[in-house]
């Protein structure tokens, strides 16, 4: 098993273009998350899927989207890149229980 | 007052030194206490978890709950190079992932 295998690793993104994060599990996992993670400030949620076609608002969304229309990838959007959005992104999935978590290697994106 | 308090460090230690690294939370409902590793430039690895009060040992790691006084603690005996990394711990309320709470994490030197 890969486990949870995200793309890129490193993006440098100008402000107003647009991209799409990757993040794909082999885990047959349910639930699926993307974090963003800042000095100081611990990981954040920015979505979450409990399976294919749900997905749901965490506690820091705006400027993103998502989509789930499979068991295996949960792509995170972003739309009119903002510096604001410089952060490292990390995608995490587990099959039931908070204690079975698994998390990616992270995306390291610069807004310039 | 954040929810969950951990101190950032950094904290540096000799090799073979017992290490203690705690976080405080303020949110009496946390049933589920875990403990995350995340390496430079790597994504958090679950170490260890309990679920609501006591002990748990796993090799040279404890994982302690202090639910009275709303305390938890991760203790490192007999230190090594390889366990310099930031630890994070983690609550959650419900066995969800979606409802977790993230400290900030302390990173730790361990000094050969």
């Known amino acids: 098993n890969a486990g949870v295998t995200q793309t890129p690793k490193f993006r440098i993104l100008k402000i107003g273009q647009s991209m799409t994060l990757q993040c794909a599990q082999d885990?047959?996992?349910?639930?699926m998350y993307w974090y963003r993670q800042d000095p100081g400030m611990g990981l954040k949620l920015i979505y979450y899927s409990v399976g294919a076609g749900i997905t749901d608002k965490g506690e820091v969304p705006n400027g993103y989207n998502v989509s789930r229309s499979t068991t295996e990838d949960f792509p995170l959007r972003l739309e009119l890149a903002a510096p604001s959005q410089t952060s490292v992104y990390f995608c995490?999935?587990?099959?039931?229980?908070?204690?079975?978590?698994?998390f990616g290697q992270g995306t390291r994106l610069t807004v310039v | 007052q954040k929810e969950v308090e951990q101190d950032p460090g950094p904290l540096s230690v000799p090799e073979g030194a017992i290490v203690s690294l705690n976080c405080t939370y303020s949110n009496s409902a946390f049933q589920y206490f875990m403990w995350y590793r995340q390496y430079s430039r790597k994504g958090p690895e679950l170490l260890m978890y309990t679920y609501s009060s006591g002990n748990k040992e796993d090799g040279r790691f404890t994982a302690q709950v202090d639910k009275s006084s709303k305390y938890i603690s991760l203790f490192i005996r007999d230190s090594q190079p390889s366990d310099s990394a930031t630890y994070l711990c983690a609550m959650s309320v419900t066995g969800g992932y979606q409802k977790v709470t993230f400290g900030t994490g302390t990173k730790l030197q361990v000094i050969p």
């Open positions: 995490a999935s587990i099959l039931q229980e908070v204690t079975e978590a698994f």
């Open positions: 885990m047959n996992h349910n639930y």
